[in-house]
């Protein structure tokens, strides 16, 4: 409270269960307090039960998001940019091969037909799913870490989920060229899509196939 008030903050996330004073009891100083009651209160907290809400509310908080939360929803509600939820998926197209996929769903994944009896198209695909899991392991570093092109290389990642998915899906997210996201560090782009959901939204609907393409691929 002492250092809201010396410095007179624009905003303030509020955890509710503070250890000395409750997050209630700081909302209600703060929006008592001259110097303090302008400033927009954001209650961060488990708390989800709708009486827990109305509370907050009433006592002058500006938000409440309950935990867990999306840095990218707690930041899009404070800038307050219109938003709504909606489904995210990834498709390639390619006009020299004729190649396309999408990967919203399992149909539409071998929409192409011809996809089902490819080879490389089910290399992609267990590339895919390999790639989800094992990545992980680059969040672990403290330093940027190999590049997406020497990862890739490394790890032996065949050249269908190198040329149509993962270099395409880099490229489109940074609008970069192939050349840049070969030389981009791999670990930033596993952060910016764990963040995102960007591997879950591309591989969601096949997680209850997993089987069927392991009998498949």
């Known amino acids: 409270l002492e250092l809201a ?6 905003l303030v996330l509020l955890d509710l ?3 000395d004073l409750s997050g209630t009891e700081v909302c209600r100083a703060l929006k008592r307090h001259g110097d303090t009651r302008d400033a927009a209160i954001v209650m961060l907290t488990a708390k989800s039960e709708e009486v827990d809400r109305v509370v907050g509310l009433e006592l002058g908080a500006d938000d409440y998001v309950t935990k867990p939360f999306s840095m990218r929803e707690l930041l899009l509600r404070e ?7 909606s489904d995210m998926s990834f498709s390639v197209r390619d006009r020299r091969s004729g190649f396309e996929y999408c990967g919203s769903s399992l149909n539409a994944l071998f929409a192409q037909r011809t996809n089902v009896l490819s080879p ?5 695909v267990r590339d895919i799913l390999r790639f989800n899991r094992e990545s992980l392991e680059l969040l672990t ?6 590049s997406l092109g020497s990862y890739l290389e490394t790890h032996r990642y065949s050249r269908a989920f190198t040329e149509h998915y993962m270099v395409p899906m880099g490229a489109a997210i940074w609008s970069a060229s192939h050349e840049d996201m070969w030389k981009f560090p791999a ?17 969601g609907d096949l997680a209850g196939h997993q089987g069927w393409l392991a009998a498949v691929c």
Do not use: I
């Not at 008030?5 to 624009?10: E, L, M, S």
């Not at 570093?141 to 190999?146: F, N, R």
């Open 5 to 10: 008030r010396a410095h007179h903050p624009d």
């Open 17 to 19: 269960m503070l250890p």
């Open 79 to 85: 800038l307050r940019v219109p938003w709504q939820d």
């Open 120 to 124: 490389a198209f089910h290399s992609m």
């Open 141 to 146: 570093l403290t330093e940027p870490g190999p």
């Open 187 to 203: 670990r930033y782009l596993v952060q910016f899509s764990k963040t995102m959901a960007c591997f879950r939204s591309m591989t």
